[in-house]
């Protein structure tokens, strides 16, 4: 497994933007699809991007599509979130996962599909 700590997370107001990191060490960064996830109190782990081990697929969450932008640095072996527009229905812990490459075409949307997950990062939005 990857080992991912996330960064980033904070308070902010309602139209805010706000930047997640999520840094990768222990395994071959590109061997992995890059994902995050997020938890409200009281409710399931829910999707909200994805990427492909280039960087050049993507996928999104229909709550966050054209507010969020997920991306990554293979240099650097960083996924990164980038959180625009900001509203109070966002506030969760967010959370960092990676899962193996696979020849199967997609990017894998539920939690069970992803076998690496970072400690999470606290985003809370006031209105």
């Known amino acids: 497994q990857v080992q991912l700590v996330e960064s980033g997370g904070g308070l902010v107001q309602a139209g805010d933007s706000l930047s997640l990191s999520c840094a990768a060490s222990g395994r071959t960064f590109t061997n992995y699809r890059m994902g995050w996830f997020r938890q409200a109190p009281g409710k399931e782990r829910e999707f909200v991007a994805a990427i492909s081990w280039s960087g050049r697929g993507t996928s999104y969450a229909d709550s966050v599509k054209g507010r969020f932008t997920i991306s990554r640095d293979n240099d650097k072996n960083t996924a990164s979130l980038q959180m625009d527009s900001l509203k109070p229905e966002d506030t969760a812990v967010y959370y960092c996962?990676?899962?193996?490459?696979?020849?199967?075409?997609?990017?894998?949307?539920?939690?069970?599909?992803?076998?690496?997950w970072g400690q999470g990062t606290q985003v809370t939005v006031s209105s």
């Open positions: 996962a990676a899962t193996p490459r696979s020849f199967i075409p997609g990017l894998p949307t539920t939690p069970e599909r992803y076998d690496s």
